[in-house]
């Protein structure tokens, strides 16, 4: 597939976004590790990538990671939605379905509402067994019946638009393809901001559990 650009640079040209002043991330990620450490005090919470190495920037999201003792790591898990809850009002929170079965390890997406998109949190859970290692147990092939294709999507406009902004058109250009193939659309637009509207009005009919995010994205690329 591809998105028949003139050119790449122009293809990723997108209005810039309104964004809160960056200290509202910063508490945030603060406030995540202080909730997950008052959860379990034995445990070790921080963060990771670019907020961790500083090199992040307006669009980075939050990396952190969670070790908890092996006998903890189910109770983590069971109840770290009502954990981060008690941060910010919890707008989506999925587990990655490919660790759903591990038992030492789980990938979790959130995000937290009224924040921006481009600031979810990945945070990863591992029993201390694992010693932080992602393929500690078999992944599963398969996913389950309440993963919302739709969101995954959605998520890769969002990424697609960081990319634009980080002057990055051809990883652009492969994340919105990517999205298209996931919900087997055809794509017809010749530009990021067309291609992600063509996303956004796909998900609005199809799937309501999106509305919300889907709006969110419009804002972005619509200012």
């Known amino acids: ?27 945030i990620a603060c ?6 450490r008052e959860n379990i005090p034995s445990s070790t919470a921080c ?22 003792d092996d ?25 990655d379905p490919e660790f759903r079965n591990s038992p030492r390890h789980r990938l979790i997406f959130l995000r937290f509402e009224d924040l921006p998109p ?32 739709t969101e995954s999507a959605l998520a890769n406009a969002v990424a697609a638009i960081k990319a634009c902004k980080r002057g990055k058109p051809k990883q652009a250009q492969k994340l919105l393809e990517g999205a298209f193939v996931r919900l087997n659309l055809q794509l017809t637009a010749v530009g990021a901001q067309e ?3 063509q996303l956004l009005n796909h998900a609005k009919k199809t799937d309501s559990r999106c509305t919300t995010l889907a709006s969110e994205i419009e804002r972005l690329i619509s200012l």
């Open 1 to 27: 597939m591809n998105l028949h650009a003139a050119s790449l640079p122009a293809f990723c040209l997108l209005p810039e976004p309104q964004l809160p002043d960056l200290s509202v991330r910063t508490t």
């Open 31 to 36: 406030q995540i590790l202080d909730g997950l």
């Open 47 to 68: 963060l990771r990538g670019s907020l961790a190495n500083g090199t992040s920037d307006a669009y980075s999201d939050i990396d952190v990671l969670w070790e908890v």
């Open 71 to 95: 006998a903890q790591f189910p109770s983590a898990v069971r109840n770290i939605h009502d954990c981060l809850s008690k941060i910010h009002v919890i707008q989506s929170l999925r587990i």
């Open 118 to 149: 481009f600031w979810r949190v990945d945070l990863e859970i591992f029993a201390r067994s694992a010693l932080r290692n992602p393929d500690c147990d078999p992944r599963a092939s398969d996913l389950p019946s309440d993963w919302s294709l």
């Open 195 to 197: 291609a992600i509207m």
